[in-house]
């Protein structure tokens, strides 16, 4: 009997990837869902493809004629349409989902994913930056695995696996700097977005690839980490690792160092999540030691990483401050993909947002996304001065 998998953003970087270690594993995995936002052109091939029972369409200006168009050509798929329809797909009972939605658009469906699911393999952070004690509880409430799915979390939950929470110290993640990491603060100033997305070892979406020039995603990342492994602040840190391939580590209370290494490839960690506790062989690659040529590790420069500090901020302080701090981010790199803001106004606005909120220390779901809404609007006020 396959697996079946439904998996929310089907057509960004992690669901193409995701299709990838499915296509890989023969009938293992049976794909039972795919939404996605706007890019109906190469849903209507992964629909012709895999053939799932249910697809939606999150965009409500392509949703409509789309979905007619494909029900006419694939009538045994059931079609749902807007934001609605996507919450509708995440309610129908699968083996897995995999949230792979990007940004805090991905937190309602995961929430609403996670009774009619056996596993919720998790790719959107914001799920747990935003709301990650609600949901953590919704997990432990439904009795759901959680398999984390980026590629630092996938490794520390590997290197976890073999080791007794008393005897960790501490979780290291691992950042590869980003496209403008041989840059200095000051040569920041003028960058252009066509510049910060030339990421330069993963292939990632326009807004994760930017975040990841600031330094903004390992910040989420450890918010992340410090739901998922139920660490203290203090016992998570980043470093600088620019060939991508050490994962991340943990280090025991006797100094040792535990890292997982692998090709840069997302596939790998989503096989992993879902396929787990089995290791599966794949396609992806190997990794030849002999070819590396070296390793190299730097600490983050706090000047050149002003995020970094923000996240750590916003993670200590909790309630809604970290919801804050995502709805900002998003807005501001919005902004500066849009050519109306430059690349160091990006964290400069998330700090004056951030200066500015009035946090809700106990949130409901609803003061979650109100503190969003605010934060999205309070970049706009201030650009207005």
């Keep these: 009997m396959s697996v079946s998998v439904s998996i929310l953003g089907s057509t960004g970087s992690i669901g193409i990837s995701a299709l990838r270690a499915i296509r890989s594993q023969g009938g293992d995995f049976r794909v039972h869902g795919l939404s996605c936002n706007r890019n109906t052109a190469l849903l209507g091939e992964q629909i012709e493809e895999f053939r799932p029972a249910v697809v939606a369409v999150a965009s409500n200006e392509d ?3 789309f979905c007619e168009k494909l029900g006419r050509r694939f009538p045994e798929v059931e079609f749902f349409e807007g934001a609605d329809g996507v919450l509708e797909l995440a309610r129908r009972d699968v083996d897995i989902v995999l949230s792979a939605i990007v940004g805090a658009a991905g937190l309602r469906p995961t929430l609403e994913a996670v009774p009619h699911a056996r596993r919720i393999a998790l790719a959107n952070k914001e799920t747990l930056v935003m709301a990650g004690g609600l949901f953590m509880n919704r997990i432990r409430e439904c ?129 992993n999540a879902l396929a787990y506790p089995e290791r599966r062989r794949n396609p992806f690659g190997r990794l030849r030691l002999e070819d590396l040529g070296g390793l190299h590790f730097k600490a983050p420069d706090a000047r050149r990483y002003p995020a970094l500090a923000l996240c750590y901020g916003a993670g200590r302080a909790g309630g809604t401050t970290p919801a804050a701090l995502n ?59």
């Design 143 to 271: 009795n759901v695995e959680l398999i984390p799915v980026d590629s630092e979390h996938s490794a520390v939950f590997s290197l976890l696996q073999n080791l007794d929470s008393s005897e960790v110290e501490r979780v290291i993640l691992t950042a590869s700097g980003g496209s403008l990491r041989d840059r200095s603060a000051d040569e920041l100033g003028g960058v252009s977005p066509g510049e910060a997305l030339n990421h330069p070892t993963w292939s990632m979406g326009s807004k994760i690839t930017i975040d990841s020039a600031t330094l903004m995603n390992k910040g989420l990342e450890v918010i992340e980490a410090h739901h998922l492994f139920d660490m203290p602040y203090d016992a998570i840190d980043v470093i600088i690792h620019p060939e991508s391939v050490v994962h991340s580590m943990v280090e025991t209370i006797d100094g040792s160092l535990y890292a997982l290494l692998g090709v840069p490839d997302m596939a790998l960690p989503i096989l």
């Design 63 to 65: 949703s409509g004629a």
């Design 327 to 385: 709805g900002a981010n998003e807005t501001a790199v919005g902004l500066f993909l849009a050519h109306k803001i430059g690349f160091t106004d990006i964290v400069r606005l998330v700090e004056e947002v951030l200066a500015l909120h009035r946090q809700v220390a106990d949130p409901a779901i609803d003061d979650i996304f109100q503190a969003d809404a605010w934060a999205r609007e309070a970049v706009q006020t201030i650009l207005r001065g």
